[in-house]
């Protein structure tokens, strides 16, 4: 094996390779040979690190110094000082306001890695995910070898899993042991291995990143499961809106082939496993098991009721297990390190960590995996670094369309997923939308109505009713028409649907709406009674208004007004907007170089 | 072999095909599929869909056939998902992120921008088929909301200022 005096690991993760990372491992593949270095620094194209706003980021180790923000142009000058002559380029590392000082820098003890345990992407940003071996030479498919070697019976590692604790990951929370256990129980000849990378809740990316960094995780997990239950075959529904991923599952795919670790007479015991993908298409309600099977099937995303559960009858009408990517990733350092490990670890009743997508008004925008039973607090303000612009939080959106969200009163909630039920939200995949004192929770919660009547699969009358009229009420409400009467049909629309629908999708659709409700009612109720958006903006409810005494007489915003309704004279008089012209589109107050227009 | 030429040329990728090649292409990508039946629909869209730029009518029979299932049930999965389209798209795709993260950060402003500027709607395309908009869910590039795709070409942390900009580019193209 060669060995390397030093490692340049480049995040190839998909916000890094939109901000050209693929373009930096150019450059340092032309620059380390003209420097005669090439044999001394290896360069290594790897997963996610997490810190997807300050990306793309270059790690270099052994220090394990971290560069943000690297322009191809930069590689040039990490290669002359830092790789030829060892001095660090200051200049890149992290000019950040949530590290406090530059000695801060190294990628373990800056303010959003010291909190985080990573289990699930243990992996991603440290290997590269198209080289089967590095995997393996972290512990990879270990798990899988004992397992086929030692003949462990299927019932042993199902109870493994069972008192590890672990729970799915993709938002039910259903213990994923007892689901083997179930599948595996059923006789049948033949069983599938389902996997839910149709990831689908706006805002969320831990499945993606799994995908892009750490491939092989989950076709060991899902070939572990083939064993247990005793399928054959499985299937990832991944994303077709995710091409990186697909890349790198299809590559690893084929080198797990080529290694004898999926396929005939894996490790050479009698047990064959083989995977395939199927693309989906772009339907939400396809998260939903029953409808990914059907997806898979070739059919029309429609869910149907339970019982029977997919365990007894599922893909094809055959004994099914279908669980999420992270949950999957888990797997095998769950039985590398033992149950008792990863039961150590989060609450009493959610074992291990958790990932999210942090997102929103929240400084650190990235992925972030905590153990559980981390509060919301701590994940907004210590790992995130808080609100940027000095702004004041609002609320943290958790679950996405189905989820709900949490107010400042309940910061200090340790997350898991009976609190987060509790607070009227939900774990969900993982999304995490901060928002500031400029989001108005009407309007969030209307748009989360607007994602659910678009996904909603119109096959029960209750959700695809009850979304809709519940999106015309908030607009309704949005546009400053709607009397307290609403406001009652509202919640009554609401639980109505809860009750009634036939999916997740449905009975979680009133979430966003009930939440909000508990939680900011007096903002629903200043749009209704007072006819106010205090955020300004829901645009029926705001104005756009030039302060006479602030205006330079300029005339740069009657210029921008798309419609001409602003009126004055060029330097003599101030100019004034035709409020019944208006037709808000803002461009007035992008434009004004003074700042004498607000919203009112 | 039956013919099915669809109107206007594929617009999709670097090369345009002609009505005669994108049918003899499908033809070939259909040869995989002949009498696999229902579960091999999604792919078998998912591939005409590459050759066409969007489903017309005629692929989807042409698909129903290759399957040996009915064109009510390849509609009826076509219409179902919203990957894929029954009207064409433009050579330049302006997909619109409308994710939670993007919305919080003012997606829907840099979405009416481009609105304006092109002067159609999102799902609609230009008379000249040079560009559509599609408002799109997360692409999961939330670290640099809010962002949109310009068929393969990311753009983040946006501004409204800068639609304009980004067009012209385009349009010169």
């Known amino acids: ?600 | 072999m039956l013919s099915y030429a669809v109107g206007g040329e594929s617009t999709v990728g670097k090369t345009k095909l002609t009505p005669e090649e994108m049918s003899k292409k499908l033809d070939e990508a259909l040869t995989h599929y002949e009498g696999q039946g229902q579960k091999a629909l999604m792919s078998a869209l998912q591939e005409a869909q590459e050759i066409y730029g969007y489903l017309p009518l005629p692929v989807q029979k042409r698909v129903a056939m290759t399957l040996n299932i009915s064109v009510a049930e390849v509609y009826g999965v076509v219409s179902f998902y919203s990957f894929f389209s029954l009207k064409p798209k433009g050579e330049y795709v302006f997909n619109v992120c409308l994710g939670t993260a993007c919305y919080v950060k003012g997606a829907q402003k840099i979405l009416e921008r481009i609105e304006d500027n092109l002067g159609i709607k999102a799902g609609d395309v230009t008379t000249d088929r040079k560009f559509s908009i599609s408002a799109c869910r997360c692409v999961g590039a939330c670290g640099l909301a809010p962002v949109i795709l310009v068929n393969d070409d990311v753009y983040g942390r946006l501004t409204p200022e800068e639609i304009p900009g980004i067009i012209a580019k385009y349009k010169e193209a």
């Not at chain 1, 604790?165 to 007892?178: E, H, Q």
């Not at chain 1, 809740?201 to 239950?229: K, N, Q």
């Not at chain 1, 925008?365 to 004041?392: D, N, Q, S």
Request: charged share 25%.
């Open chain 1, 1 to 600: 094996m060669e060995l390397y005096r030093a490692h340049v690991l480049v995040c190839c993760g998909t916000g890094c390779t939109s901000s050209n990372s693929d373009q930096i491992i150019t450059q340092f593949d032309k620059l380390l040979p003209e420097n005669n270095i090439e044999k001394e620094v290896k360069v290594v194209k790897t997963g996610c690190f997490g810190l997807c706003a300050e990306g793309p980021i270059v790690v270099v180790y052994p220090e394990g110094v971290m560069y943000y923000r690297v322009d191809p142009k930069d590689v040039a000058e990490i290669v002359s000082e830092h790789l030829v002559k060892g001095r660090h380029v200051e200049r890149l590392m992290v000019p950040h306001p949530a590290s406090p000082s530059s000695e801060a820098n190294s990628s373990d003890e800056s303010n959003f890695f010291k909190k985080q345990l990573r289990i699930a992407l243990r992996n991603c940003g440290a290997i590269n995910p198209e080289e089967i071996d590095e995997y393996i030479a972290h512990d990879g498919y270990l798990a899988l070898g004992t397992i086929l070697s030692e003949k462990r019976d299927p019932l042993d590692i199902i109870d493994e899993i069972k008192r590890s604790g672990l729970r799915g990951r993709g938002g039910g929370g259903f213990p994923t042991g007892m689901k083997w256990e179930f599948a595996a129980k059923v006789e049948n000849d033949t069983k599938y291995v389902c996997c839910n990378a149709d990831e689908g809740d706006p805002g969320a990316f831990m499945d993606r990143s799994i995908l892009e960094g750490d491939p092989h995780s989950v076709i060991e997990a899902m070939t572990i499961a083939g064993y247990c239950i005793g399928a054959s075959q499985g299937y990832v529904y991944v994303r077709a809106e995710y091409p990186i991923a697909v890349q790198r599952l299809k590559h690893a795919m084929k080198q797990a082939k080529e290694y004898g670790l999926i396929g005939k007479n894996i490790f050479g015991s009698d047990f064959s496993f083989d995977l395939d993908i199927r693309l989906g298409a772009g339907a939400f309600v396809c998260g939903e098991e029953t409808a990914l099977m059907r997806s898979i099937e070739g059919k029309r995303g429609n869910p149907t009721p339970r019982p029977p559960f997919p365990a007894v009858r599922g893909l094809f009408n055959k004994p099914t297990i279908l669980n999420n990517v992270e949950t999957y990733a888990n797997i095998p350092i769950i039985l590398t390190k033992g149950a008792e490990w990863f039961a150590s670890m989060g609450t009493e009743r959610s074992k291990g960590t958790k990932v999210f997508a942090l997102g929103g008004k929240v400084q650190n925008v990235g992925l972030v995996e905590i153990p559980m039973g981390t509060t919301v607090r701590e994940i907004v303000f210590e790992i995130g670094g808080g609100i940027p612009g000095g702004k004041e939080f609002k609320a943290v959106q958790t679950g996405g369309p189905s989820g709900g969200c949490i107010p400042a009163s309940l910061l200090d909630t340790p997350i898991d997923y009976d609190n987060l039920v509790a607070a009227g939200s939900m774990m969900g995949s993982g999304g995490m939308i901060v928002m500031d004192e400029e989001t108005c929770m009407v309007d969030i919660a209307r748009f989360f109505l607007e994602f659910t009547v678009d996904e909603s699969c119109g096959k029960c009358t209750p959700c695809r009713i009850g979304t809709k009229r519940m999106y015309e009420l908030l607009t309704k409400i949005i546009e400053g028409q709607a009397t307290l009467d609403d406001l009652e049909a509202l919640e009554k629309v609401a639980l109505s649907l809860k009750n009634g629908s036939l999916c997740a999708l449905g009975q979680t659709a009133a979430n966003p709406v009930l939440s909000t409700l508990k939680h900011f009612r007096n903002e629903y109720i200043q749009h209704v009674v007072d006819k106010k958006c205090a955020c300004h903006v829901c645009k029926g409810l705001t104005e756009y208004y030039i302060i006479p005494e602030m205006c330079k007489k300029c005339g740069l915003c009657a210029k921008k007004c798309p419609v001409n309704c602003i009126s004055g004279v060029l330097g003599k008089e101030p100019y004034v907007i035709d409020a019944s012209q208006c037709i808000k589109c803002g461009a007035c107050m992008e434009a004004c170089k003074f700042k004498a227009i607000i919203k009112q």
